[in-house]
């Protein structure tokens, strides 16, 4: 996994979205993702491609505001 550029602080120098792991079947599915920053609020645009594996750059638009009600909800590990 490639490891993120932090200051001396420890805080991540550029925007990171990283996945974290799920898991699901039947009619759904859970996955969780480190975000950082929080995006503000309205929607935002995300864009991932991974060109190794054939796969071409594609988007999506998220709501901000979900994103940040659900980060409440996190857990902060040292």
Request: hydrophobic share 45%.
């Amino acid at each position: 996994m490639q490891q993120v550029a932090k200051d001396d602080d420890g805080i991540p120098v550029e925007p990171v979205l990283r996945m974290m792991g799920g898991g699901g079947g039947g009619s759904g599915w859970r996955t969780s993702a480190w975000v950082f920053p929080l995006p503000p609020d309205g929607p935002f645009d995300v864009f991932v491609g991974l060109e190794a594996a054939g796969l071409a750059e594609a988007s999506a638009t998220l709501e901000g505001t979900a994103v940040r009600a659900a980060a409440e909800g996190a857990r902060v590990w040292s």
